[in-house]
């Protein structure tokens, strides 16, 4: 039982101390530990200010500071003729 033990823990740590200068730990366990944390953080800064919301919060509400996903801004969406008509209008005012 023992040795059972003992060589299942040598086998899940050895790559621990076989190799001096630590690269197995940059290459393997420290790269991902990098990765999962770069992409927590950006799901944590870049979504739905909204509790329990993860989608992606791009549209800011008007007055305050928070940033919001499409389904949860107050405001609805524009239609193409209000598009239209905004990009005509601007076109106008430049000349």
Do not use: F, M, N
């Given at each position: 039982m023992f040795a059972t033990v003992f060589d299942a823990l040598w086998h899940a740590l050895r790559w621990t101390w076989h190799d001096p200068d630590g690269y197995n730990i940059v290459s393997g366990p420290l790269a991902d530990i990098t990765l999962l944390g770069a992409a927590y953080v950006f799901v944590r800064r870049h979504n739905c200010h909204v509790k329990g919301c993860w989608r992606l919060g791009r549209h800011p509400v008007s007055?305050?500071?928070?940033?919001?996903?499409?389904?949860?801004?107050?405001?609805?969406?524009?239609?193409?003729?209000?598009?239209?008509?905004?990009?005509?209008?601007?076109?106008?005012?430049?000349?």
């Open positions: 007055g305050t500071t928070y940033i919001v996903c499409r389904k949860h801004h107050p405001d609805d969406s524009p239609t193409a003729e209000q598009v239209r008509a905004e990009h005509l209008a601007a076109g106008r005012q430049s000349l």
